[in-house]
């Protein structure tokens, strides 16, 4: 499934947070999808999701400056919550 040569040059200290950040990511799409549909359980994804962004926020504010990941991941990361946090709101369309 994984071919070790087409990830020989990513660094494997970065393989796992790039694997959860893509997770949460997701996964605060489908929640986004569930409250403009009103459908159950967003709520609780979005409340995932939102701990999630906020500790990946947290060590990219902490780590960017030496990691490379973080600092790129750290814009989407602000981005994300800025968008999570105006779906978590309840106002209706």
Request: proline letters at 5%; one cysteine or more; hydrophobic letters at 50%.
């Amino acid at each position: 499934m994984l071919k070790k040569n087409v990830y020989s040059d990513f660094p494997k200290a970065s393989f796992l947070p790039a694997i959860v950040l893509g997770f949460t990511l997701s996964l605060l799409m489908i929640a986004i999808v569930f409250k403009i549909q009103h459908w159950p359980y967003g709520n609780y994804m979005m409340l995932t999701a939102n701990i999630s962004l906020l500790v990946f926020t947290i060590l990219g504010v902490v780590k960017h400056k030496t990691t490379e990941f973080y600092k790129q991941s750290l814009p989407r990361c602000i981005f994300y919550i800025s968008m999570a946090s105006y779906w978590t709101v309840n106002i209706p369309l």
